[in-house]
């Protein structure tokens, strides 16, 4: 793992078409801006492992219908 220090503003690239950038801090939270192209699928990790785990269920003949809907609706 590579580890960063950046300050608010400053960003980080990854390969020539991949930029992601400090933009706040407060506490113990951070946000970042991800910009990268539309081909690019971003998620946040937890959800994630959800897909992971919904799409092995699913390799295995299960499917949480529910489920795949909250995760693909943005309401998980």
Excluded: H
């Amino acid at each position: 793992m590579l580890a960063l220090a950046r300050k608010i503003n400053q960003s980080i690239m990854i390969g020539s078409d991949i930029e992601i950038t400090l933009l706040e801090i407060k506490g113990d939270q951070v946000k970042i801006g991800i910009n990268a192209p539309k081909s690019v699928p971003i998620y946040r990790k937890e959800i994630y492992m959800q897909i992971q785990d919904e799409n092995k269920k699913a390799s295995e003949g299960e499917v949480d219908v529910e489920v795949l809907n909250k995760l693909f609706s943005g309401k998980a």
